[in-house]
């Protein structure tokens, strides 16, 4: 299943790096989002996008920044990677933002590991 | 912010037995709780969703069911099978000042092992 697919599958870099993560949706969604899954498996939220407004998780650096060229498609950037970035990105999607449109499909991940 | 705590971290059960996972939310305004499976090396799947409206829902073999005064709910799985060994995760929806939602927050996991 493709509804939700982002490239790298697997990201191996150096410490200080500059990366880019891919997200595209064919699903026709209006909301997008970012996850990070640590070593522990803990989720945790880190932006929604929707109709051009991006809500960002306080507890995220600065040097991650989303971008989204069009509705289909949020790209995670990451500037000066440190070693602590070492993670599992997901992004995701959902029809909406109101009731009956909260339901959330993932992609398949993007394994970074910063060296 | 939301809060979401999730017990227990691990849980074994025999083929064929019931597993029942909890949660609670701290957010009072948090409306809508799924639960997602997640298999080693793959993303989180949707398994079951509740909305506050609703008391309970079920879908075959497994069942979701929420208290929104204590603010806790529930996943449970009877006839447990070996491929429903996994890691879920229950969430809930998040909601900034600004009315939206800013995405789900999280309990930290279970792992479910289906002893054969």
Redesign the interface.
Known sequence: DTAVSQTPKYLVTQMGNDKSIKCEQNLGHD?M?W?KQDS??????M??Y?NK?L?I?ETVPNRFSPKSPDKAHLNLHINSLELGDSAVY?CASSQG?V?GQ????????TRLLVL | GENVEQHPSTLSVQEGDSAVIKCTYSDSAS??F?W?K?ELG?????II?I?SNVGEKKDQRIAVTLNKTAKHFSLHITETQPEDSA?Y?CAA??M?S?G???????G??THLIIQP
């Not at chain 2, 793959?42 to 949707?46: A, E, G, S, T």
């Not at chain 2, 939206?100 to 999280?106: H, K």
């Open positions: 909301t989002y996850y522990k498996k803990f989720l945790k939220i932006f929604s929707n407004e809500i998780n997901f933002r009731p909260e339901t959330q499909y993932f992609g398949p991940g | 409306n809508y799924p997602y997640q793959k993303r989180p799947q949707l969703d909305r890691v995760f929806l998040s900034y600004g939206g939602a800013d995405g789900l927050t999280f930290k996991g």
